[in-house]
């Protein structure tokens, strides 16, 4: 399975995103998916999660009542919803899979990764 994540690009502060994780040569079927994020220097943070059978979201603190996390079975793709960007926001973000029932917070928990999509915004 590989995961491909998409839909970053450039947008001003207060604007939207959506991102994307398509899993190509299986499904997301029956892991918990997670978004993180990585600005230059820093660590890999969680995002959000979802549970693909669940439907049980999770989020950082940081994020919740501005971004969106959801799944489409029918497609194969999670989805992120980005409301409400913030410039501490910009950084690359990645979809992994993760066996657990619940979204894990690191890095580690997860073993496949999408290539990361880079979302920027200006102030």
């Known amino acids: 399975v590989q995961l491909q994540a998409s839909g970053g690009g450039l947008v001003q502060a207060g604007g939207s995103l959506t991102l994307s994780c398509v899993a190509s040569?299986?499904?997301?079927?029956?892991?918990?998916v997670g978004w993180f994020s990585q600005a230059p220097g820093k660590e890999r943070e969680f995002i959000a999660g979802i549970g693909w059978n669940s439907g049980i979201r999770q989020y950082s603190e940081s994020v919740k009542g501005r971004f969106a996390i959801s799944r489409d079975k029918a497609e194969n793709t999670v989805y992120l919803q980005m409301d409400r960007l913030k410039t501490e926001d910009m950084a690359i973000y990645y979809c992994?899979?993760?066996?657990?029932?619940?979204?894990?917070?690191?890095?580690?928990?997860?073993?496949?990764w999408g290539q990361g999509t880079q979302v920027t915004v200006s102030s």
């Open positions: 040569g299986g499904t997301f079927n029956p892991y918990t």
């Open positions: 992994g899979r993760t066996l657990n029932y619940w979204a894990q917070r690191f890095p580690r928990e997860y073993d496949i």
